[in-house]
């Protein structure tokens, strides 16, 4: 019996979650130095900026700023990601990020100072963080290119710990660099085919023995005290209702127990459930078959979330 109701019981669990809202922001971004995406996200407070307003105009999803993710890239990145795209991942639906411009909301960093890079993440994933810095050939008038990064990453590190919200990852920037630059970090997923692309804009300033924390540009580059929580968005508001048939189902059955011995109905019911999340499983996967982001490979991560590209 007792064996026999598990699938029900599981059922009734992924029902409940799609009902009460699965958190439908996922995966994460650079809050320190702050990546454009999450610059310009509803959290980052630089959305009226007229590098976010370009941005946004010439195509870029950053209500969805954590989700700069292409899956199987299995660390092939300078094959897959086109130059002049790499701040989008050659995802369309964020081209609006490569456009190349001075007026990128920057933080203000030392050269060769320590420093504790954050990636804010709203679902955890396992993986490695690696990150590049530009070298002299970049230029921020013109789009960032393969040859414009050092070839190999300045600080990789493989899963950080998690501390308010976000990964936590301290490192020492690149030495001898001064002016605007650009950090891009790569996160590799290891427990889903998934990785993520950013840019982040840095000013350099040459060190001068002063403090060597970082100061942003204008105003705080820190996120606001909201984005330390984890975002959990209600269901309703992703306008997608892909999972509730299965959802109904359990309700169905109960309808039928006055006619059949309760096993059956139990067990009927937990066949009906597995068929429905097959068949909504499915949908996904076609859904996902253009390049960008495939569901996450994550039970109960942007389960029942449509593609919007
Ligand atoms: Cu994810």
């Known amino acids: 019996m007792a064996v026999r109701r598990t699938p ?112 804010r993440t709203t679902i955890p994933h396992k ?3 690696r990150f590049y810095a530009t070298t002299a050939s970049y230029a921020p008038t013109r789009r960032l290119t393969w040859a414009d990064l050092e070839e190999k990453p ?14 936590q990852m301290p490192g020492r920037l690149p030495a001898g660099r001064t002016g605007r630059h650009i950090i891009y970090t790569i996160w590799q997923n290891s427990d889903t ?49 892909a999972g509730d048939p299965a959802a109904g189902v359990p309700v169905a059955a109960v309808t039928d127990t006055r006619t059949f011995p309760r096993p059956l109905v139990v067990g009927a019911a937990a066949g009906v459930t597995v068929l429905l999340v097959v068949v909504v499983a499915m949908r996904l996967r076609r859904a996902g078959s253009v390049p960008a982001g495939r569901p996450c490979g994550v039970r109960n991560h942007r389960a029942g979330r449509r593609r919007i590209w």
């Open 8 to 119: 029900a019981a599981l059922a009734a669990v992924a029902a409940t979650l799609l009902l009460t809202g699965v958190p439908a922001s996922a995966h994460g971004a650079p809050t320190s130095p702050l990546s454009r995406a999450a610059a310009c996200g509803p959290e980052g407070g630089r959305a009226d900026t007229p590098a976010c307003r370009a941005a946004i105009a010439a195509g870029a999803a950053v209500r969805e700023w954590d989700n700069i993710r292409v899956a199987r890239i299995d660390g092939r990145d300078r094959e897959r990601i086109p130059d002049g795209e790499l701040c989008s991942g050659g995802l369309s639906a964020y081209r609006g990020l490569d456009l190349p411009r001075t007026d990128w909301p920057a933080t203000t960093l030392t050269a060769g100072a320590r420093y504790t890079f954050r990636y």
């Open 127 to 129: 993986g490695t963080f």
């Open 154 to 167: 300045f600080l990789a590190v493989t899963d950080p710990p998690i501390r308010d919200g976000a990964y």
């Open 193 to 241: 085919q998934d990785t993520y692309y950013s840019c982040s804009d840095v000013v350099f300033r040459p060190a001068s023995g002063g403090a060597a924390s970082a100061a942003p540009t204008g105003r705080s580059a820190s996120p606001p005290a909201s984005a330390a929580a984890p975002r959990t968005v209600p269901r309703a508001a992703t306008g997608d209702r």
